[in-house]
Structures are given as C-alpha cells and as structure tokens.
C-alpha cells in the first residue's frame, strides 16, 4: 500500500479547547477506504531538550510534573515561544534551569507522542559550560542535579528514567560522543 493509500483526509473540524500551551481539536477524516471518523489532535508549538554536560557529569532537573503528580528527573526542556528559533529557545532555557550558557549543538528532531499531537521536539547538545544565569519562570521550582555521565547512560539504558526525552537524549549523544 503506497503513502496515497494510507493517507487521511479531513474534512472538517472545531477547536474544543485552547490554552496558553496547547490547543485541543477535533477533525472529520475520510478513511483511505472511504468511511468517515473523527481524530482528536493536541497542537504544540514544539518544544527543546538539552544534553548539558560538564566535567564527565550531565545536567539534570528534579522537578513536580502535575499531569503525572510525581517528580521526575530529565534534562533541561521548554516550550518555543512564538516566533523563537529551537536554537534560541534552547539557549534560553538551558539558562533559565540550570544557570549555564553552552556552545550548542543539534543532535534530533523528532515527534514527541504522533498518535495524538504534533509536538516536535528539537535536541540540542550543550558543551563548555559557563554561569549566566536567567531568571526561572515564576511557575518552574526546580532543583539541578550534575550526574556522572556513566551513570546516566546506564540508567536510561535500565529504563530508571520516566522521560522519554531524557532516554532518547541520553542514548542518542552516548552514541555520538562514546
């Protein structure tokens, strides 16, 4: 079956919900086979992930992530802001959760979760570490943690983080830089 035979297209829509981070719709498709149904879609405006390393160590954030209400341990991530460039938004948000400025370096694009959103995720790889700070997002309470670089590689290869960006990133710069 080629790409034709497989594609779905819509046919109609509505917003059902739109916030300051997402947007949440609903689309009539037609079916490659020609039947109808619906497709509930979550719209992101893409997002970063950071390997920061330092001295054989990686940057990691402990934080509270409410929509699974438990802390989670994962490398440095946020949003894009309107009209921001992946490079610039990781650069802004390695400073604002670690206090670090580095010279970057793009590893991966890749969708986040494509059976429900659009999300795309941009990793970066940040080296040469120097203190800038930024001032956190006043709803961001986060703890840096520096773990050694084997430990971490080890870890996400015993599935010992819940983040998949934190995995994928930990195992995609091992590869890179063993």
């Known amino acids: 079956m080629n790409e034709e035979n497989r594609r779905e297209e819509r046919i109609g829509g509505e ?5 300051r981070m ?3 719709e609903r689309d009539q498709v037609r079916l490659p086979n020609g039947l109808e149904t619906s497709r509930e879609v979550i719209r992101h405006p893409g997002a970063v992930a950071i390997i920061a390393l330092q001295d054989q160590h990686v940057l990691m954030v402990r934080q509270y992530r409410y929509a699974i209400a ?3 341990l994962e490398i440095p991530a946020g949003k894009l802001d309107p009209h921001e ?7 802004r948000e390695l ?4 206090g670090y400025r580095g010279t970057m370096e793009h590893i991966s694009t890749f969708f986040t979760t494509p059976g429900f959103t659009d ?10 570490l120097v203190w800038d700070p930024l001032t956190p997002d006043e709803d961001e309470f986060l703890a840096v943690e520096r773990i050694p670089w084997g430990e971490a590689v080890q870890s996400a290869q015993q599935s010992k983080f819940n ?3 934190t995995v994928l990133g930990i195992l995609l710069v091992q590869g890179l830089i063993a």
């Open 95 to 98: 400073r604002e959760e670690t």
């Open 119 to 128: 999300e795309l995720m941009h990793l970066f790889l940040a080296r040469d």
């Open 70 to 72: 438990q802390e989670t």
């Open 85 to 91: 460039t992946p490079l610039d938004c990781a650069e």
């Open 15 to 19: 917003v059902l919900f739109e916030g």
């Open 22 to 24: 997402l947007r949440l």
């Open 163 to 165: 983040d998949a960006k």
